[in-house]
């Protein structure tokens, strides 16, 4: 059985709780004196720092969305003076009003060690070589991971993401044992290796580490067969520090939740009350550690469930399920969040109207990404090659927004079936929805 920090990770739920409760009350003060708009949403709600005196009073906090953290772009819920701080991230896919968050370097240990732990938890030790493949810079998988594996004493070898062909060469010269990378991307290197003729048994990996985006039961097996490991999931999001926030152990029964740094809630997404242990619905996380962006009650739009049933690994700390669905319109595809009213804005401001639609598929374990946009009558009586021309230019536009390139397609006017109700804006056409096997267990 390995941990990374056994005493913390085995730890009574007892005492789990007292220890939130002791961080929740530090917290909440830290959050009131120093985080403006946060304080205004207290001060609205009539809740005073002293009414919180344990986990048990954390309903009367308020929440804080994506929404709040966009309109104080970009420091408004910076909790520490910059000069303390050390490091930024960001969320991806959004250009103007992204989310910063800040980390002063006790965030980043703590962030580290979180990601330490979700390497040991998949047999990592000091003797592994760890392939970190997701993208360094703004995203946090890539210092994520590589933080972690400097924690554990592994060697690390910090590729990024993309360059297949050097991938493959570090990995088999260097003799990578651990990769770490989004789901989609390890399946890739899997089809990958198999053109270049090495069969899984050549290659030297164990295990990965994959995570940033959905993927189901199925593809984790279909990457297990292709690689030859076994294949682990992570959890985490920019705004609560990156990856690690929850990690899969040997059991691979849902992912644990750092307990003692994060406090996890699941509410109703309409009425915003707190439902039971065992109940589907939206993911709420409060940080308990974090100086320079502490978020409490944070609504991650993502849709799960929460068990407290015993795991056998040893560890104590709840368990997620992997994300079924999100409560908001966001798509992630391949690894990036998309959210549809970006791709309206391009087009509005490329002079198209608002009638489009998304359709993404999962072709091969990779995302496919189109758009089909209107033209109007005069556009649509010009030659092949303006057309051409212009579908060029707004997928550079897209780009621009969005992070990644889609495929636009022009289509005749009225050709995009109308609705009488909401608008059908996005086709998804991936089944990635899983349902939680461990449940019943
Ligand atoms: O994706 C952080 C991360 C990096 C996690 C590397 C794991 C590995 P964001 O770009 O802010 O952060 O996106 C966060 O991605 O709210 C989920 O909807 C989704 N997500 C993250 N991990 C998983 C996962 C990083 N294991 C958003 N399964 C979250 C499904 C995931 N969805």
């Known amino acids: 059985m390995n941990f990374f920090q056994k005493e913390t990770e085995t730890m009574p739920v007892s005492e789990i709780k007292k220890l939130q409760s002791e961080k929740l009350v530090r917290q909440v003060r830290h959050v009131y004196e120093h985080v403006e708009p946060y304080r205004r949403k207290m001060d609205e709600l009539g809740v005073k720092p002293e009414d919180i005196r344990g986990i048990e009073d954390l309903p009367k906090l308020p929440f804080v969305t994506k929404n709040d953290l966009r309109d104080e772009y970009p420091k408004g819920f910076l909790a520490v003076p910059v000069k303390d701080c050390v490091r930024i991230h960001s969320t991806s896919g959004t250009t103007g009003r992204r989310v910063v968050a800040f980390y002063t370097q ?128 992570i959890y985490g999001l920019t705004e609560t520090s990156g990856p690690g926030v929850s990690f899969e152990c040997c059991e691979q029964q849902g992912m644990h939740i750092n307990e003692d740094h994060f406090i996890a809630e699941i509410i109703d997404p309409e009425t915003g009350e707190v439902l039971p242990e065992g109940s589907r619905g939206e993911l709420v996380f409060t940080s308990l550690d974090k100086e320079a962006f502490p978020l409490l009650r944070y609504r991650t739009r993502d849709i799960c469930i929460l068990s407290r049933k015993k795991c056998s690994c040893g560890r104590t700390f709840i368990r997620m399920t992997k994300p079924m669905g999100r409560s908001d319109d966001m798509l992630i595809i391949r690894g990036v969040n998309v959210f549809p009213s970006q791709i309206e804005t391009v087009l509005l401001k490329e002079g198209y109207s608002p009638n489009y639609q998304i359709v993404v598929d999962r072709v091969n374990n990779n995302d496919t990404f189109d758009i089909l946009v209107e033209m109007d009558e005069a556009m649509f009586g010009d030659t092949v090659s303006a057309i051409t021309g212009r579908e060029k230019s707004l997928m550079a536009a897209m780009r621009t927004m969005l992070g990644i390139g889609p495929a636009v397609h022009l289509v005749a006017p009225h050709s995009i079936q109308r609705s009488e109700g909401k608008a059908v804006r996005v086709i998804d056409k991936r089944k990635l929805v899983t349902d939680s096997q461990w449940l019943g267990k």
């Not at 000091?126 to 060697?155: I, R």
């Not at 991938?167 to 290197?189: E, K, N, R, W």
């Not at 990958?192 to 593809?219: H, V």
């Open 106 to 233: 006790h965030d980043i240990d703590l962030w580290e060690e979180c990601c330490a732990r979700a390497i040991v938890a998949a047999g990592g030790s000091n003797e592994d070589v760890v392939q970190v493949a997701y993208g360094y810079g703004l995203f946090t998988g890539g210092s994520g991971l590589h933080g972690g594996s400097h924690k554990v004493g592994c060697l690390t070898l910090p590729m990024s993401s993309g360059n297949t062909d050097r991938q493959i060469q570090f990995m088999m010269d260097l003799g990578a044992t651990f990769l770490c990378c989004t789901p989609s991307y390890a399946a890739y290197l899997g089809e990958s290796l198999k053109e270049r003729g090495i069969s899984p048994d050549q290659n030297p990996l164990k295990a990965g580490i994959f995570g940033a985006e959905p993927w189901t039961e199925e593809m984790r097996r279909s990457i297990e067969e292709s690689l030859g490991i076994k294949a682990y999931d």
